[in-house]
């Protein structure tokens, strides 16, 4: 959470290649469902930019942006609205919108880039970083 630059960097080729390997072994011998909340997927040794670099890569490669593209203008408007309580309102009646496992997913991500921007003291990463490293895999 402390890393400066936590999703500005990007992690080492050989470290990325790991990771999506163990995701595909996991991923396959469980049929896609991940529930063992304590599988390893990634050494201890495997440096953090890596692990970013595969979320942000599996967002970008998502055949359905996580904001959906059915659901884009809307996002855009929500975030033009005049007062925080209308564009929090618009959010919450545009997930109501979207595939359940979207809204899922975007809420827990949403939730750990909150996080990432409570110690942008010490990380760098303000909700405006963020913003510019996400939004173009999470919304096109």
């Not at 080492?12 to 063992?36: E, K, L, P, W, Y």
């Not at 890569?57 to 809307?74: A, F, G, H, S």
């Not at 007062?83 to 949403?110: D, G, V």
Request: hydrophobic content about 40%.
């Amino acid at each position: 959470l402390t890393m400066e630059g936590v999703y500005r960097r990007s992690g080492s080729t050989m470290d990325i290649r790991d990771v999506h390997a163990v995701i595909s072994r996991v991923g396959t011998a469980t049929n896609g469902q991940f529930s063992d909340s304590d599988a390893t997927i990634a050494p201890d040794d495997t440096d953090v930019p890596s692990v970013t670099s595969v979320l942000k890569e599996y967002l970008r490669n998502l055949p359905d942006p996580l904001m959906t593209t059915d659901t884009y203008t809307l996002w855009v408007d929500a975030a033009n609205k005049g007062s925080s309580a209308e564009r929090i309102h618009a959010y919450r009646t545009i997930s109501a919108l979207m595939p359940t496992a979207h809204a899922a997913t975007l809420r827990f991500l949403m939730r750990h880039l909150k996080r990432i921007a409570d110690h942008q003291h010490e990380n760098k990463m303000t909700p405006n970083n963020l913003a510019v490293v996400f939004a173009p895999n999470i919304l096109r």
